[in-house]
């Protein structure tokens, strides 16, 4: 296997298949590395953006994953204790670890996301009621 380069301005924004969802949460995100569209394995990667006012409702997912943002603020929940979000923080969640996370500034939440998968298609999100 070769290295894989990617110029994410390049990646196609996609979001949730329900629009009233995505109306709701506010969330959409580019996928940059996932063994279904690039010849990558192991670990898949993506950033995500929040509008202001947005939220990724509760949910948990059986792998682990790293948030590392980029741009604008926000609070991630991680089975109940608040860690802040800015640009330049990173935060680890644990495996199938109860999380959401919200933008609380006035401009666009960005992080990249990290799972160690080999496709984004691989991880299922499990939302609460």
């Not at 995100?29 to 394995?41: E, H, M, N, R, Y």
């Not at 939220?55 to 603020?73: Q, T």
């Not at 160690?116 to 299922?124: H, K, N, R, W, Y």
Request: aromatic residues 10%; charged residues 20%.
């Amino acid at each position: 296997m070769e290295g894989v380069r990617i110029d994410i301005a390049e990646a196609a924004w996609t979001s949730w298949d329900d629009p009233r969802f995505v109306a709701e949460t506010k969330v959409r995100w580019k996928l940059i590395f996932s063994g279904q569209q690039t010849d990558t394995a192991s670990m898949s990667m993506g950033l995500a953006e929040i509008a202001p006012g947005g939220i990724l409702p509760l949910h948990h997912h059986a792998p682990a994953e790293i948030y590392h943002v980029l741009d604008g603020e926000g609070v991630v929940g991680i089975e109940g204790v608040a860690h802040r979000l800015q640009a330049g923080i990173s935060v680890f969640i644990p495996p199938d670890a109860w999380h959401q996370t919200t933008n609380t500034g006035s401009a666009p939440l960005r992080c990249l996301f990290v799972f160690p998968t080999d496709s984004f298609e691989e991880v299922t999100y499990h939302f609460a009621e």
